[in-house]
């Protein structure tokens, strides 16, 4: 029982990734699930349903067709919403129960297609793994189903900017995502192409006449590195956090420089996203480099602490630093330099050796009498809307704000 939770939370699972990153696209976004689910992955985890129309829907499945099988009725009603709706794609996904029994989606996809002339994503989620594979598959099959050849190659130095995963999930609505965008700008370049709030299907699909990807979390990733490998557009992994950040990842973009914060080649092989069924004895071989004390401890998503680390190093003159990742489904290319931990105590003993944790506000119930020691850094993917009036803005000079609390 050491792998069990008592206090903390799980991160948004993989089907709330794939309704994130297709949200705003004008897709039929059908989760295979029972009645009553989907308010998780289309309202709980998902903001933008407040003012921005989406068609995420759910199955209903229900417990007769989950013993005998019933995938007719699926495809039925599916085709059916599809020619009322009339969307630009359809996306079908799983949940626990659906791969349980071994619902067959990639031949219920071929079904669809063949019904309904619209090209179809079929997604064998589980509602195990996080938010990351999730969406990271979903930026990967848009890639591949929709981006056009290219009419022009990239340029050196880059003008065109790709941005990859960029989602409410990582960056909430309080306005990352526009002045992220706002500072591309205003460096004289431009945004070609956003993954995906704020753009289009229709301009998506011109992605590979980008000249460089600013890959801006994990869930970005995949999809960067077939767009390197196809086309060979560069990637850049990071976010422009703290102002000494700025001009670095701006400078890296223009010359597509890969090894900005990861140290990475952009020369690796392409990775295949998993969606294997859960090995419930994988937190025996969660990867440890230190157990020592530290200054700070940062807990979170990849590209996020990295970013952060960056900023406290450079800009705060702190040194002692531990990154903790508690997503071990996340891009092994970019855990290389931090703990891999998502058992609970495991993660305590960690909090109880460093004199100040930065985490999602979750986290500080792991010590419920040494609160002081934790710094609020909301992650939307995590605790959803319950601490979105303390998330910060976090992109370029704005962190200041923030690091007042430090």
Same mark, same amino acid.
């Given at each position: 029982m050491k792998q069990a939770q008592q206090i903390l939370s799980t991160y948004a699972v993989d089907m709330f990734g794939i309704a994130s990153a297709l949200y705003e696209l004008g897709g039929l976004v059908?989760?295979? =699930?029972a009645s009553g689910c989907n308010s998780t992955y289309s309202t709980h985890d998902e903001p933008r349903w407040y003012d921005t129309p989406s068609m995420v829907y759910i199955s209903g499945l229900c417990e007769i067709d989950t013993i005998q099988g019933n995938d007719m009725r699926l495809i039925d009603e599916v085709a059916a919403a599809a020619e009322e709706t009339g969307p630009a794609f359809i996306a079908v996904g799983g949940s626990p129960m659906p791969n349980a029994i071994g619902t067959d989606f990639r031949a219920i996809e071929q079904i669809l297609r063949q019904r309904t002339g619209l090209p179809v994503l079929s997604f064998r989620t589980d509602g195990i793994h996080s938010y990351l594979p999730g969406a990271g598959e979903a930026y990967l099959r848009l890639v591949k189903e929709f981006v056009k050849s290219p009419r022009v190659k990239p340029q050196k130095p880059a003008v065109r900017v790709n941005i990859l995963g960029l989602t409410p999930l990582d960056f909430s609505v309080v306005g990352n995502a526009t002045e992220l965008k706002k500072l591309i700008e205003e460096a004289g370049l431009k945004v070609h192409s956003s993954w995906s &709030? /704020?753009?289009? %299907? =229709?301009? &998506?699909? %011109? *992605? *590979?006449? /980008?000249?460089v990807n600013a890959v801006v979390s994990s869930t970005g990733f995949y999809a960067a590195q077939y767009l390197k490998e196809k086309y060979d557009i560069p990637y850049v992994v990071g976010i422009p956090a703290g102002r000494a950040a700025v001009e670095p990842w701006l400078k890296a973009l223009k010359s597509g420089d890969s090894t900005y914060l990861t140290g990475l080649t952009g020369k690796e092989s392409l990775r295949k996203v998993q969606f294997a069924m859960a090995d419930l004895n994988a937190w025996k071989n969660e990867s440890r480099q230190s157990e020592e004390s530290c200054d700070i401890l940062l807990i979170g998503e990849p590209v996020r602490i990295l970013s952060l680390r960056r900023y406290l190093e450079v800009e705060k003159g702190i040194r002692n630093i531990r990154l903790i990742c508690p997503l071990a489904d996340a891009p092994n290319l970019l855990l290389k330099d931090m703990d891999i931990i998502s058992v609970e105590d495991e993660l305590r003993q960690a909090c $109880? *050796?460093? $004199?100040?944790i930065i985490a999602d506000p979750i986290y500080s119930h792991l010590l419920p009498k040494e609160e002081k020691r934790f710094v609020s850094f909301p992650h939307e993917a995590y605790s959803g809307r319950r601490y979105r009036d303390e998330m910060p803005l976090f992109i370029g000079g704005f962190i200041e704000e923030w690091a007042k609390t430090l």
């Open positions: 059908v989760m295979h =699930d &709030m /704020g753009d289009s %299907l =229709d301009n &998506m699909s %011109l *992605a *590979a006449e /980008g000249d $109880k *050796a460093a $004199k100040k």
